[in-house]
């Protein structure tokens, strides 16, 4: 499944279309951000993760959605489920986001 960009404009929206969310919330100055994005790309395209749903935060441009999962630093990777995080955690190893999806 493709990643979505989403904003404050439509960030809740989605939460509440979809059950099973992950969040990558990154900057455009973070190079760690940078880094382990294409490894979230292939995250995203397991056949096994087909049921969720995953989603990248600019960070800086959206206050709310920042807000709704407590991102402290970044990368931030945040799961929800039924609209209610379910726990969210920097981190720059994609070990850890796969960690995160398990929980879901």
């Known amino acids: 499944m493709a990643i979505t960009k989403v904003s404050d404009s439509n960030f809740e929206e ?8 992950i969040v990558k919330y990154y900057a455009g100055w973070c190079g760690s951000c940078r880094l382990i994005a294409p490894k979230f790309n292939k995250l995203a395209e397991k056949e ?17 959605a920042r807000g709704l999962a407590k991102v402290n630093n ?9 609209g209610e995080l379910v726990e969210g955690f920097p981190s720059s190893r994609i070990e850890a986001v796969d960690d995160l999806i398990k929980k879901l």
Do not use: C
């Open 14 to 21: 989605h939460l509440a279309q979809n059950e099973k969310v």
């Open 74 to 82: 970044l990368p931030f990777f945040a799961a929800f489920k039924n």
């Open 48 to 64: 096994e993760n087909a049921g969720i749903t995953f989603l990248d935060v600019d960070a800086e441009k959206s206050p709310l």
